[in-house]
């Protein structure tokens, strides 16, 4: 039996980001929407211990945060007639507040609140930290925490941002066409970042299958929307290519289990072929060379289409990251591609990689450099070297799953 902690655990996973959504659509009021959503599940941590989990947990909190956010118009002195207007709306979506989140409809709240998010007026950390808050329902310490400042610094941001929204009469709204392409690279981002933040949890085990789904969910939306874009193809077929992955990737305990050791047997064949299916849409509409989504779901088809860990075709792998490192500087494709090369032409070459990456302190914070430079000392035999590496990344990993496995390594190259 779920115990009340749980359960409004798994309420503000899957209601946060809706409950938010809503709020602001109807009040146009970005703080008053995330404020009254956090009372409404401050209420339920006090009240479901003593009360009992209600049935329906999307409309009780709804319910409190209904009320939270028309005391607070009254309050402030809001029209009555726009009070009413708010209450009737927000009554009228109680009738509606725990419908499947899969439904397909363009006019959809989220892919509003994507849209905001990622205006070409805000800054591109502004909209990453944003969606972060917003969207993924990170705390703010926790946004402060993935972009290395402080959590008083990054509040003063977050009100920035909300502020500008405000005052330069940012549309709650998908755009039209015609403004679609301005806005799709920052869209694109932001569907993935909250992809991967459910797929690599930042707190806890390693999977949020609640943020993985609302990531296919708008990616689904936004393929519908633009079926000819051949990044938002390759976005859709690079996130259902580990999708189909998943339920593979922890065993029954919720330990990590790492890709070569994972059973191919019990991944989803039907989301892997759509995904391959849409992964060939994509690159025939790529006139000009595949983009970043689209060479990124190439290389997760290949992991995900070999028969066997060992039949996978790295030097493939090898050769579509050298095209995504063309076009896309970024230190985590540099790793990645380290870890290919590693595969593909011994850990002693990936490795001099690594080293160099390191040398030049770009991600000097992230847990999986040195993860990777320890994972390929212990296949080198190199053991002592293999656990100073595991500690620095055990010092810098924030992930529970990811914490036990790379302990569990550590465990084994000091065991003798």
């Given at each position: 039996m779920t115990s009340p902690d749980d359960a409004v655990g798994a309420a503000f996973a899957q209601e946060w980001p809706r409950l938010v959504a809503l709020l602001i659509r109807v009040t146009g009021d970005w703080a008053l929407a995330?404020?009254?959503?956090?009372?409404?599940?401050?209420?339920?941590?006090?009240?479901?211990?003593?009360?009992?989990?209600?049935?329906?947990?999307?409309?009780?909190?709804?319910?409190?945060?209904?009320?939270?956010?028309?005391?607070?118009?009254?309050?402030?002195?809001?029209?009555?007639?726009?009070?009413?207007?708010?209450?009737?709306?927000?009554?009228?979506?109680?009738?509606?507040?725990?419908?499947?989140?899969?439904?397909?409809?363009?006019?959809?709240?989220?892919?509003?609140?994507?849209?905001?998010?990622?205006h070409p007026a805000?800054?591109?950390?502004?909209?990453?930290?944003?969606?972060?808050?917003?969207?993924?329902?990170?705390?703010?310490?926790?946004?402060?925490?993935?972009?290395?400042?402080?959590?008083?610094?990054?509040?003063?941001?977050?009100?920035?941002?909300?502020?500008?929204?405000?005052?330069?009469?940012?549309?709650?709204?998908?755009?039209?066409?015609?403004?679609?392409?301005?806005?799709?690279?920052?869209?694109?981002?932001?569907?993935?970042?909250?992809?991967?933040?459910?797929y690599v949890a930042t707190r806890g085990g390693l999977l949020r299958a609640d943020l993985t789904a609302e990531?296919?969910?708008?990616?689904?939306?936004?393929?519908?929307?633009?079926?000819?874009?051949?990044?938002?193809l390759g976005l859709l077929a690079l996130m259902l290519f580990h999708d189909a992955r998943r339920t593979s990737r922890t065993d029954a305990a919720g330990r990590l289990v790492p890709l070569d050791q994972q059973d191919r047997s019990a991944w989803d064949v039907a989301l892997a072929?759509?995904?391959?299916?849409?992964?060939?849409?994509?690159?025939?509409?790529?006139?000009?060379?595949?983009?970043?989504?689209?060479?990124?779901a190439a290389i997760a088809g290949e992991h995900t289409t070999a028969p066997s860990a060992a039949a996978t075709d790295w030097e493939a792998i090898v050769a579509s990251y050298d095209e995504l490192a063309r076009t896309t500087a970024s230190p985590f494709v540099a790793l990645?591609?380290?870890?290919?090369?590693?595969?593909?032409?011994?850990?002693e070459q990936g490795l001099v990689l690594v080293d160099g990456l390191a040398a030049e302190g770009v991600l000097d914070a992230y847990h999986l450099l040195p993860a990777t430079r320890a994972d390929l000392l212990r296949r080198l035999g190199r053991d002592d070297e293999a656990a100073a590496a595991y500690r620095d990344a055990l010092r810098l990993v924030t992930n529970d799953a990811e914490r036990e496995h790379l302990a569990r390594r550590l465990a084994e190259v000091t065991a003798g």
């Open positions: 995330e404020d009254c959503a956090q009372d409404a599940f401050v209420a339920a941590a006090r009240t479901w211990p003593r009360d009992g989990v209600p049935q329906r947990p999307g409309a009780w909190l709804l319910t409190v945060a209904r009320r939270r956010a028309l005391d607070r118009l009254r309050r402030a002195g809001t029209e009555r007639r726009t009070v009413e207007e708010v209450a009737v709306d927000l009554d009228r979506r109680l009738t509606s507040a725990d419908e499947p989140t899969s439904r397909d409809d363009l006019g959809d709240d989220r892919l509003r609140l994507v849209f905001t998010c990622c805000l800054s591109p950390e502004t909209q990453v930290a944003l969606t972060l808050r917003t969207v993924c329902g990170l705390t703010v310490e926790e946004v402060a925490r993935a972009f290395g400042l402080a959590e008083a610094a990054m509040s003063k941001r977050l009100v920035r941002a909300r502020q500008k929204i405000s005052t330069a009469r940012i549309p709650y709204r998908v755009p039209p066409a015609h403004a679609l392409p301005e806005r799709l690279g920052g869209v694109l981002a932001v569907v993935y970042l909250l992809f991967t933040e459910g990531a296919v969910r708008l990616g689904r939306l936004l393929a519908t929307l633009m079926p000819d874009e051949p990044e938002v072929e759509e995904a391959d299916a849409l992964l060939s849409r994509a690159r025939r509409r790529s006139g000009d060379g595949p983009g970043p989504y689209t060479l990124q990645n591609r380290a870890i290919a090369v590693a595969m593909a032409h011994g850990p």
